[in-house]
Nanobody, 111 residues
Framework: QVQLVESGGGLVQAGASLRLSCAAP????????GSWYRQAPGEKRELVAS???????TYADSVKGRFTISRDNDKRTFDLQMNSLKPEDTATYYC?????WGQGTQVTVSS
């Protein structure tokens, strides 16, 4: 069974940067949309960013201008570059593609 594996989370101070990576070893990666979601304690899971097979990306308003989603078709990874992090970005971040989900990686931003 294919599993997605996220990495790159951690504890940082406000204003810092983190880069999350999601390995998606599926044969149809090149034609698959990939997305990052996040869920804070007591909150619903929300869409953060999404990237299509041609590279077109969309973002939640709360992260526009700070986060950048990208894809590497050779490595079969979806990455999320997060800059100017804020305490409200604290959450567990999940990647998803083709109805598959990773286990999540924790991002904690201290003020």
């Amino acid at each position: 069974q294919v599993q997605l594996v996220e990495s790159g989370g951690g504890l940082v101070q406000a204003g810092a940067s983190l880069r999350l990576s999601c390995a998606a070893p599926i044969s149809i990666f090149r034609i698959s949309r990939g997305s990052w979601y996040r869920q804070a304690p007591g909150e619903k899971r929300e869409l953060v960013a999404s990237i299509g097979s041609e590279g077109g990306a969309t973002y939640a308003d709360s992260v526009k201008g700070r986060f950048t989603i990208s894809r590497d078709n050779d490595k079969r990874t979806f990455d999320l570059q997060m800059n100017s992090l804020k305490p409200e970005d604290t959450a567990t971040y999940y990647c998803t593609t083709r109805n598959m989900w990773g286990q999540g990686t924790q991002v904690t931003v201290s003020s």
